[in-house]
Protein backbone atom coordinates (compact mmCIF):
# COMPACT_ATOMS: atom_id res chain seq x y z
CA UNK A 1 0.00 0.00 0.00
CA UNK A 2 1.21 3.32 -0.98
CA UNK A 3 0.71 6.42 0.73
CA UNK A 4 -2.22 7.44 -1.37
CA UNK A 5 -4.12 4.48 -0.53
CA UNK A 6 -3.21 4.74 2.92
CA UNK A 7 -4.79 8.20 3.24
CA UNK A 8 -7.84 6.63 1.42
CA UNK A 9 -8.04 4.27 3.23
CA UNK A 10 -7.88 5.83 6.63
CA UNK A 11 -10.83 8.41 5.50
CA UNK A 12 -12.56 4.98 4.95
CA UNK A 13 -11.81 3.17 8.24
CA UNK A 14 -12.61 6.33 9.83
CA UNK A 15 -16.61 5.64 8.89
CA UNK A 16 -16.50 2.28 10.09
CA UNK A 17 -16.39 -1.41 8.58
CA UNK A 18 -20.41 -1.26 8.71
CA UNK A 19 -20.26 1.80 6.70
CA UNK A 20 -17.96 0.25 4.40
CA UNK A 21 -19.78 -2.65 4.04
CA UNK A 22 -23.11 -0.77 3.77
CA UNK A 23 -21.55 1.79 0.95
CA UNK A 24 -19.37 -0.55 -0.88
CA UNK A 25 -20.81 -3.96 -0.43
CA UNK A 26 -24.16 -4.07 -0.83
CA UNK A 27 -25.18 -0.49 -2.87
CA UNK A 28 -21.94 -1.01 -5.24
CA UNK A 29 -21.62 -4.57 -5.11
CA UNK A 30 -25.11 -5.30 -4.52
CA UNK A 31 -26.75 -3.31 -6.97
CA UNK A 32 -24.34 -4.62 -9.53
CA UNK A 33 -24.96 -8.27 -9.17
CA UNK A 34 -29.01 -7.47 -9.29
CA UNK A 35 -28.59 -5.37 -12.37
CA UNK A 36 -26.83 -8.77 -13.37
CA UNK A 37 -30.00 -10.82 -12.45
CA UNK A 38 -32.64 -8.57 -13.35
CA UNK A 39 -31.38 -7.07 -16.83
CA UNK A 40 -32.14 -10.16 -18.99
CA UNK A 41 -34.89 -10.89 -17.16
CA UNK A 42 -36.54 -7.33 -17.92
CA UNK A 43 -35.49 -7.53 -21.50
CA UNK A 44 -37.03 -11.39 -22.20
CA UNK A 45 -40.55 -10.61 -20.63
CA UNK A 46 -41.31 -8.49 -17.45
CA UNK A 47 -43.81 -10.36 -15.99
CA UNK A 48 -41.14 -12.81 -15.31
CA UNK A 49 -40.05 -9.90 -12.79
CA UNK A 50 -42.17 -10.82 -9.77
CA UNK A 51 -41.16 -14.33 -9.66
CA UNK A 52 -37.83 -13.99 -9.34
CA UNK A 53 -37.40 -11.09 -6.64
CA UNK A 54 -36.05 -13.75 -4.19
CA UNK A 55 -32.47 -12.40 -6.09
CA UNK A 56 -32.91 -9.85 -4.32
CA UNK A 57 -32.25 -11.34 -0.77
CA UNK A 58 -29.12 -12.91 -2.57
CA UNK A 59 -28.20 -9.24 -3.69
CA UNK A 60 -28.16 -7.78 -0.22
CA UNK A 61 -26.19 -10.75 1.34
CA UNK A 62 -23.85 -11.33 -1.92
CA UNK A 63 -23.06 -7.28 -1.57
CA UNK A 64 -22.62 -7.58 2.21
CA UNK A 65 -20.27 -10.73 2.29
CA UNK A 66 -18.24 -8.74 -0.29
CA UNK A 67 -18.10 -6.15 1.82
CA UNK A 68 -16.92 -7.77 4.50
CA UNK A 69 -14.55 -10.16 1.99
CA UNK A 70 -12.78 -6.91 1.37
CA UNK A 71 -12.70 -4.90 4.24
CA UNK A 72 -10.49 -7.61 5.58
CA UNK A 73 -7.30 -7.38 3.45
CA UNK A 74 -7.63 -3.85 3.12
CA UNK A 75 -7.14 -3.65 6.80
CA UNK A 76 -4.64 -5.87 6.49
CA UNK A 77 -2.78 -3.78 4.58
CA UNK A 78 -3.02 -0.62 6.13
CA UNK A 79 -2.03 -2.36 9.18
CA UNK A 80 1.12 -3.39 7.42
CA UNK A 81 1.49 0.30 6.20
CA UNK A 82 1.49 1.25 9.57
CA UNK A 83 3.83 -1.16 10.88
CA UNK A 84 6.41 -0.33 7.89
CA UNK A 85 5.92 3.48 8.12
CA UNK A 86 6.14 3.88 12.33
CA UNK A 87 3.34 6.71 11.51
CA UNK A 88 -0.17 6.98 10.18
CA UNK A 89 -0.16 8.94 6.57
CA UNK A 90 -0.73 12.78 6.49
Known amino acids: MNEKNAIWWRKNREAGSTAWIIRKGVVQFGTALCM ?46 LSKHRQPPL
Open 36 to 81: MFFLPILMNDARQLMQNVVYLPVCILGGALFGLLTWYPMEWQYRRY
